[in-house]
Structure formats: structure tokens, C-alpha cells
């Protein structure tokens, strides 16, 4: 409903800020991240997630759209409220969440305050994949049809066997390739990419 905020910041604490938008103050909730990205400016623009609960509409804003996406894929998760994302997003930035999410580091996210073995291994099971397609999409560069397609059309499909999700697969399988050129064997690039996996 409200995509984002543009305005004055009047005032400001590592939990929330109220902004001046055109005379109208909005009271909105951030994590420790955002605060630490605007505490000296005087002007600032927030992406904004409005929490619609029975009892109160709750406006939280994000310094960048990064941040916002992350807090909306951590909610979506069952038993991850809009407070523990926030907590969890003043525990580490995006980029260390989304690390810890796709290595499944479970340890890392029960680090978090409120968040116990379930909730870690339910953000675990239900984000990772999707993270780890957006990083890939992110930094894939278009792979030419090279002499070792073949090769590597043989070993996704092996990976895919084994239960590999397709984005990791195709990740692990392109970064084995780039390292060793056409010189490896079907066998090799399988092992290799399910260690790199």
C-alpha cells in the first residue's frame, strides 16, 4: 500500500523513527541495520512494509529495498513474526543473514535472540533455495554454448538426481568449469560440485 517514505527525520532511536512526510509524522519501526544507515542524515527516504494485525497497523521502513525484500521473505516464513525479522535483521546485516540462510548455518541464526532450533531449521528450509536462485541470478553471467555443454547438460542432470535444488546445481557445476576448463572428467566435475555444493 505504501511502497515508501520521503521526508524529514525528526526523530530517531535504534528501534524506530518518526518521519515528517508533508506535515503528516509516521511512526515507523527499523531494524539496527537502517538505523546505523541514516542516523546522521536529516532528510531520508525508507522503504516501507505496512503489518496489518486486528488490533494496529504497524509501518516498518527499510533503507534499502534489499533490506525490505529480506524482512518480507523472513515473514512469509511460518513462525517468524515482523518483530523477530526486524530482530533478526539488527543481528546481522542482509548480506551475513542471507550467507547464514544459504549455508545453513543453523547455529548462526539461533545466535538470534528469540529464534530457537525450529524456527532456524523452518527459515533454513523455506528461504534458502530462493536466496540462493537470487544470488545466482544476481551474479550469472550468460553461459555460451561452450564444447563442454554436454559435459555440463550430464553432470546437472547427475546432481539433480542426487537432490540437488537446480540453482545450486548449476552454480557449483559452471564455478568447477570455470577452474578446470574442458580438461575435467564427468566423474570428477560431479564430486567436485557436490563439495562446492
Do not use: C
Not at 529480506?70 to 542482509?94: E, H, K, R, W
Not at 537446480?166 to 566423474?187: C, H, M, P, R, Y
Request: avoid cysteine; proline fraction near 3%.
Amino acid at each position: 500500500m505504501i511502497a515508501f517514505l520521503k521526508g524529514r527525520l525528526v526523530h530517531k532511536d535504534p528501534t524506530h523513527v518518526i518521519m515528517d512526510v508533508n506535515g503528516v509524522g509516521y511512526l515507523l519501526h527499523i531494524s539496527l541495520q537502517t538505523f546505523s544507515e541514516i542516523k546522521d542524515q536529516e532528510n531520508i527516504m525508507l522503504h516501507t512494509h505496512l503489518n496489518i494485525r486486528e488490533d494496529a497497523h504497524v509501518l516498518f521502513g527499510f533503507s534499502s529495498e534489499t533490506e525490505k525484500k529480506l524482512f518480507q521473505q523472513l515473514v512469509s516464513v511460518s513462525g517468524v513474526g515482523p518483530s523477530t525479522a526486524i530482530v533478526m535483521l539488527s543481528y546481522m546485516n542482509s548480506s551475513e543473514l542471507k550467507t547464514a540462510i544459504v549455508r545453513e548455518d543453523a547455529a548462526a541464526l539461533q545466535a538470534i535472540k528469540g529464534i530457537g532450533g525450529k524456527t532456524a531449521l523452518r527459515v533454513i528450509i523455506e528461504l534458502k533455495d530462493k536466496l540462493k536462485k537470487e544470488s545466482w541470478e544476481e551474479t550469472q553471467p550468460s553461459i555460451s554454448m561452450g564444447p563442454h555443454n554436454t559435459l555440463r547438460k550430464e553432470a546437472l542432470s547427475a546432481l539433480l538426481t542426487l537432490g540437488l535444488p537446480k540453482a545450486a546445481a548449476e552454480k557449483s557445476v559452471d564455478t568447477v568449469l570455470k577452474k578446470s576448463g574442458n580438461t575435467i572428467t564427468l566423474e570428477d566435475l560431479v564430486k567436485q560440485a557436490l563439495k562446492n555444493a
